[in-house]
């Protein structure tokens, strides 16, 4: 009689969390979450996703696009449950909810050319003024570096698709970008362009990155949800298995 009510307990607790399919958007950055030969969503990110919500019952969707101010806005307006990986900016509390626990730490480099490694320095961000800077819209940063993008006194080209920096690099139409470690190397071997680009030794910052919640389309089960989703992702830091996925990915771990 006991392990049938518990049965029906865990029933009861688990039933919020199968009420809707999740549609969860990302913005495509490989090795983190990219689309596989037959289209379907993969990477590190993807993983932590589909281990945690398979464990818990909970179906969902994963939907990949290549403009950040566009996931963005398309989370404001409700189109999105969930957002694969956002670093904490205050603003974002607007219209997105932060989980307690992140599932990754991202470190930040300026990349260049290889040919100009030695002529560009970075000690301070006012070094890299009299170069062509490439940022993408609506990525985190650094405040200093976020503000630069309204300054009439920097050669600033913004653009909506991150991928499109490093190519933009090894063409020559900028000279320096700011871009996440991982997903640099392997857009980089993935393009052939690793005779081509280097970065600059000193990093930018390293941020902790989260799966975040829409505040447009949360509901009455979300916090439900949210806690189910923490537990469990601490349990995958704590047995190896958050591990073995960026093993599975090439990507070097820190625990976050």
């Known amino acids: 009689m006991r392990v049938k009510w518990c049965c029906l307990l865990l029933g009861l607790l688990l039933a919020p969390l199968q009420a809707k399919t999740l549609l969860i958007g990302g913005l495509l ?33 994963i939907e990949l696009i290549d403009s950040g101010a566009r996931l963005s806005r398309s989370a404001r307006e409700g189109r999105y449950d969930m957002l694969l990986s956002y670093s904490y900016r205050p603003e974002r509390e607007a219209y997105l909810i932060y989980p307690a626990e992140s599932h990754i730490i991202h470190s930040w480099y300026f990349f260049v050319r290889k040919e100009e490694r030695g002529r560009i320095q970075f000690g301070r961000l006012e070094d890299l003024k009299p170069w062509r800077l490439g940022l993408t819209r609506d990525f ?30 090894a063409q020559g139409r900028i000279d320096v970008v700011p871009m996440q470690l991982a997903s640099a190397f392997a857009q980089i071997h993935a393009e052939g362009l690793a005779g081509k680009l280097d970065y600059l030794p000193r990093p930018i910052r390293s941020s902790t990155y989260f799966n975040v919640w829409c505040k447009a389309r949360a509901d009455a089960g979300t916090p439900t949800l949210m806690r189910a989703y923490d537990a469990e992702l601490r349990r995958m830091k704590e047995d190896g298995r958050l591990q073995d996925i960026y093993t599975k990915y090439g990507v070097p771990y820190r625990e976050p």
């Open 29 to 61: 950055e490989p090795p983190l979450k990219y689309l596989d030969q037959a289209g379907n969503p993969t990477g590190l990110d993807v993983d932590i996703v589909s281990r945690i919500f398979g464990t818990l019952g909970q179906p969902f969707r």
């Open 140 to 169: 985190a940063y650094t405040p200093e570096i976020n503000a630069i993008e309204g300054d009439a006194s920097w050669q600033v080209q913004v653009v909506s698709m991150n991928m499109l920096q490093l190519r933009k690099l």
